[in-house]
C-alpha cells in the first residue's frame, strides 16, 4: 500500500481560532505540549536506562551464551584491510544456508516446504559494515554466481566456497572442524575480493530463519505484483502484507519467475532485512523485556557465530542507529548474465573498482546542493499529516505547532502503519524547496522525493519524533525514488518483485 493514498482514520479539526482568541496560542499551552512531547522520550530513554543498568542484560547474555552455536570462522591467514580501508570498522560476514540439517521429516514438510535434505550451498551472503563512529551501517549483497578467485581452489561461484572448504577435509574429521573449513575460506574469498577484513561471521539455516521470523511477530513487505512460484513454495498477493515462517522463507527464496532471477531475490533480501531492522527499532522490541527474552533465546538457538561475537555488545552498538541509515547494495557488477564455460555466473567489475566500493563506505557522504528555501512561504505550503509512530495524539501536536508557523494543514490522520521509526517528508517532484523548508523545522526528518504524490508534500511521523520547532538544520535529500544506482535503506518501503 502506498502511503500516498493510506488508509487513514481522518481527524477532524474545525478552523482554528484567531490567536488571540485560541486557547491553545496560550504561552502555557504551548509550555505544556513541549513538556509532554519531552516526557514521551525521557520516559522511553529512562526506560531502557534501567534495562541496561539492571542485572537484566547480563541475563540476556547468559541465555545467548547458554544455546549459541560457534565455529572458528575466522582463518588466521588471508583475512586482511587492504591498504586505504577503515581500520576501525566492523565488518560483518551475515551468511544464509540451504542446509536443514536439524530439521525432522515433519519440519521439513510443514515449517519449509520440502522433503529434500538440502545442500551446503550459501547462497546469501552478505557483509554489514560498519564504520568506526558508529553512525550508519552498510549492507552489501553478493550474488551467489558472482565468478570469483576462491584461493586455493581458482575461480568458481562464490556459493562453491563453503562446500569446498567442508569438503576439503576428510570424512572422518568432525562436522565442527568441516564447518569452520568451510566457513574459513569463504571469509577468505570474501576478504580478499572485498579488501576488508572479516571480523565477524554469523550463519543461519533455513529452520534457523523460520524460527526467527516467527519470534519476530513478522515482518512487512510490499510486492508490487502477486507472486507465486511451486519451487519456493510462495503463494503472496500483490501489496503490503506481514509475513512469517514458511511464507518468508519462499519470499527471500524465490529466484524462478523472478524478471531479474537472482538479483531481484538480493533485492527481497534487503527489503525483507529492512523490515527486520524496522522491527527491531520500534519501541515495542526495545522497551518490551519479555520481547528481548524470546529474540535472545531464538536467535541463539539459531544462529552460528564465530567464537568471539557478542551478541548484545553488538545490539547496544546498532541500538542508535535510525532505520534510514542502514543502506542496502550490492556489490559492482559488470554482467549480471555473464557466461563461462556454458554455466551462467555474474561477472564482477575489476578488483580494484570492488576494493575502492568497500573502502569508500567509511567515508562521509557528499551532501547534495540545499534547495533555495528563502522564498518558500509556508502559507503556500499544504502539509498533510500521518501519524506512524503508535504513540496516540502526536498527530494533532503537529497539525497545531505548524499552524502556529503559518503552514496550511491539509489531511490529518493515521499513517498507513504504526511502527515507523523516522520521521519522513515526502513530497512530489518540483517541491524540494518546500521539503527542505519543512524540515528546518522538523528535527531529524528525512526527506525522500516520490514521484506518486501529486503536488503533496506529506508529514509521516515516525517514534524517534520529539516535536516541531524552529531553525533545525535540514537534513540530506533523499535521492528520486526511481534512482536504481543510490542504495535502498531499511526506511524505504516501496514495492518491489
Known sequence: MRLDSPTVEPVSHPRPLPPRLDPRDRPAVRRT?????????????????????????????????????????????????????????????????????GATDQELAEKLRTGDPGTMNTDTMLLVHIPSD???????????????????????????????????????????????????????TISSLSGVQVDHYVQVDLLGFYNLTEVIGGVEVNLCAPARDRDSGIDLPAGVQTISGADALAFVRQRNGLPNGDLDRIVRQQAFIGGVVRNLLSAGVLLNPLKQKDLVEAASQSL?????????????????????????????????????????????????????????????????????????????????????SGVGGLGGDAQVALQELGYAVGSVGNADRSDYTTTEIRYAPGLDAAARALALVVPGARLVELSSLDGQVQLVIGSEFTGIGPDTPPPAADPPSGEQDQPRTAADTACIN
Do not use: C, H, M
Open 134 to 188: 558508529g553512525s550508519r551501517a552498510s549492507v552489501v549483497s553478493f550474488p551467489r554466481d558472482s565468478y570469483v578467485d576462491i584461493p586455493g581452489f581458482g575461480e568458481n561461484k562464490l556459493n562453491a566456497a563453503y562446500a569446498l572448504g567442508f569438503n576439503s577435509l576428510n570424512a572422518d574429521t568432525s562436522q565442527a572442524e568441516r564447518a569452520a573449513a568451510g566457513a574459513q575460506l569463504l571469509v577468505q
Open 33 to 101: 505540549r513541549r513538556i509532554v512531547t519531552v516526557l514521551r522520550v525521557l520516559a522511553a530513554t529512562l526506560s531502557v536506562s534501567l534495562l541496561v543498568g539492571s542485572g537484566w542484560v547480563w541475563y540476556l547474555r547468559g541465555t545467548a551464551e547458554q544455546n549459541l552455536t560457534r565455529t572458528d570462522a575466522l582463518p588466521a591467514s588471508g583475512n586482511t584491510n587492504a591498504p586505504g580501508v577503515d581500520g576501525g570498522a566492523t565488518n560483518i560476514l551475515l551468511v544464509g544456508s540451504d542446509s536443514r540439517a
Open 304 to 388: 552460528t557465530v564465530d567464537a568471539n561475537l557478542d551478541l548484545l555488545d553488538l545490539a547496544q552498538q546498532l541500538q542508535n542507529l535510525a532505520a534510514g541509515n542502514v543502506e542496502f547494495s550490492t556489490v559492482p557488477i559488470a554482467d549480471p548474465a555473464g557466461r563461462i564455460n556454458g554455466s551462467s555466473v555474474v561477472l564482477l567489475e575489476d578488483s580494484d573498482v570492488i576494493v575502492d566500493y568497500f573502502a569508500g563506505l567509511s567515508e562521509e557522504p557528499e551532501p547534495p546542493p540545499a534547495a533555495d528555501t528563502s522564498t518558500v512561504d509556508p502559507a503556500e505550503v499544504t502539509v498533510d499529516v500521518y501519524n506512524g
